[in-house]
């Protein structure tokens, strides 16, 4: 697959993402239809449309809840206390710097998001002819799709219901309508979420077929290792000593057969050889290269997404709080409503860290894997043990992690980390 230099293909659920990302402003790019899917370029005329709306959005929003506190805050709905003040105006103002960032900094972002997508497409030609393909498409697109869902109805439904008490209560009606802009950039921000997700897991999946290449080659390795043979061989001898000792009723042999499940004929291993190996350290340092440039274009932007669900899900139990003890505030949907915002919010604490964490996790498991060809490889093999201690090389020498500005690791002890964090916050508003 070639493609023009700024310009690649993109189908299933990247493009998706991709086209609700350009409609958001966040992405901006050209689309033209060609057979594989959708090809895409950077647009100067989609990175206008962007940060126009970007600016639009974070525009209104910052004057709906500016207006809202200055002008009869006694008849405000959210804001009449001073702590729900507080909370307002900082997740207004994050959300909006999330908005913000997107948008302004989309040029260059989808300059390097072409360039390593395509840089994806072709690592995953290279294993191709190693590994056979296996599609995710389903599972992608099932996973896009039911977020944006859950978030379009969480987000709406709070709206609806915030508009009705407004309506009930004859209070600042239009000004109360302005919040709808919050909710749009609430909108675009998820979009951007599953941009860094659906790529981070395009990583993960080349990482995935890289190490099954390797242990189909190990397993290939083992088959020949001296000692696997002998193991073999004491297991057979043992077998048939116990066989022999002991005869099994054909009926019961007949029966056994009759009741075995069709098996798949499974892969047969790859062979190794130094141009094999050779390649996939080339694969791998690719992998890398990607990854690097993910954390540059992202960064900026993957901070402001962790902030803002840092503070999304420290405010989420302070509403439900507030719900319960505040007689005047509370009505019977805003406790189960609050907890569909929690849990989607966790749910994309888990889009962007998950697939962050397996591919840290991948590249650990393929130094495992080279460990293990070299142990077990024949020491008659003088090129291809060369080809493995280089490989190894790589991976000791050009490792890598995601890591936004090189502030913090994108692991699971990050969330561990966020959820501690959370649990100290709530414990101090509780006492207060």
């Known amino acids: 697959m070639t493609s023009p230099r700024g310009q690649c293909v993109v189908s299933g659920a990247l493009g998706l993402v991709l086209r609700m990302s350009q409609l958001a402003g966040v992405a901006p790019l050209g689309f033209q239809k060609v057979r594989e899917g959708w090809r895409v370029h950077v647009s100067y005329a989609a990175s206008l449309y962007g940060r126009v709306l970007g600016s639009l959005l974070c525009v209104m929003s910052i004057a709906a809840i500016a207006v809202d506190i200055c002008y009869q805050p006694?008849?405000?709905?959210?804001?009449?206390?001073?702590?729900?003040?507080?909370?307002w105006v900082a997740d207004v103002g994050v959300v909006g710097l999330v908005v913000g960032t997107a948008t302004f900094t989309g040029l260059n972002r989808m300059r390097s998001f072409t360039s390593y997508v395509l840089h994806l497409q072709k690592i995953n030609l290279k294993l191709n002819h190693y590994y056979p393909k296996q599609s995710h498409e389903r599972s992608q697109m099932l996973i896009v799709i039911?977020?944006?869902?859950?978030?379009?109805?969480?987000?709406?439904?709070?709206?609806?219901?915030?508009?009705?008490?407004?309506?009930?209560?004859?209070?600042?009606?239009?000004?109360?309508?302005?919040?709808?802009?919050?909710?749009?950039?609430?909108?675009?921000?998820?979009i951007t979420l599953l941009q860094f997700s659906q790529i981070a897991t395009s990583v993960y999946i080349a990482v995935e077929t890289l190490n099954k290449c390797l242990n189909s080659m190990l397993q290939e390795v083992l088959s020949k290792s001296c000692d696997v043979n002998n193991f073999i061989t004491q297991k057979e001898n043992r077998v048939n000593s116990y066989t022999n000792n002991y005869n099994v009723p054909f009926k019961f042999i007949n029966n056994v057969i009759d009741t075995l499940p069709v098996c798949q004929v499974p892969i047969e291993p790859m062979k190794p050889s130094p141009q094999t190996i050779r390649c996939l350290a080339l694969v791998y340092c690719s992998i890398c290269d990607v990854v690097r440039q993910v954390n540059s274009s992202f960064g900026l932007v993957l901070v402001a997404l962790l902030l803002s669900l840092l503070l999304h899900l420290v405010i989420t139990p302070y509403h439900v709080i507030t719900n319960?003890?505040?007689?005047?505030?509370?009505?019977?949907?805003?406790?189960?409503?609050?907890?569909?915002?929690?849990?989607?919010?966790?749910?994309?604490?888990?889009?962007?860290?998950?697939?962050c964490h397996r591919t840290h996790e991948g590249m650990e498991y393929t130094k495992h894997l080279i460990s293990q060809m070299?142990?077990?490889?024949?020491?008659?093999?003088?090129?291809?043990?060369?080809?493995?201690?280089?490989?190894?090389?790589?991976?000791?020498?050009?490792?890598?992690?995601?890591?936004?500005?090189?502030?913090?690791p994108l692991n699971r002890m990050l969330i561990v980390t966020i959820l501690g964090s959370i649990t100290t916050y709530l414990v101090v508003m509780i006492q207060l």
């Open 324 to 355: 319960i003890f505040n007689a005047d505030r509370s009505d019977c949907s805003s406790p189960s409503l609050q907890v569909n915002w929690a849990i989607m919010h966790f749910t994309n604490l888990m889009l962007i860290i998950e697939p």
């Open 146 to 190: 039911s977020s944006m869902i859950l978030t379009v109805f969480t987000i709406f439904l709070d709206y609806g219901i915030f508009m009705y008490h407004v309506v009930q209560e004859n209070q600042k009606v239009a000004l109360s309508s302005l919040y709808v802009f919050y909710n749009i950039s609430s909108v675009v921000l998820q």
């Open 374 to 408: 070299t142990r077990f490889s024949s020491p008659r093999h003088d090129a291809l043990l060369t080809e493995l201690e280089v490989f190894f090389r790589h991976l000791m020498m050009n490792e890598f992690t995601y890591a936004p500005l090189k502030l913090f």
């Open 74 to 87: 006694e008849k405000s709905f959210r804001t009449r206390t001073d702590s729900s003040r507080v909370v």
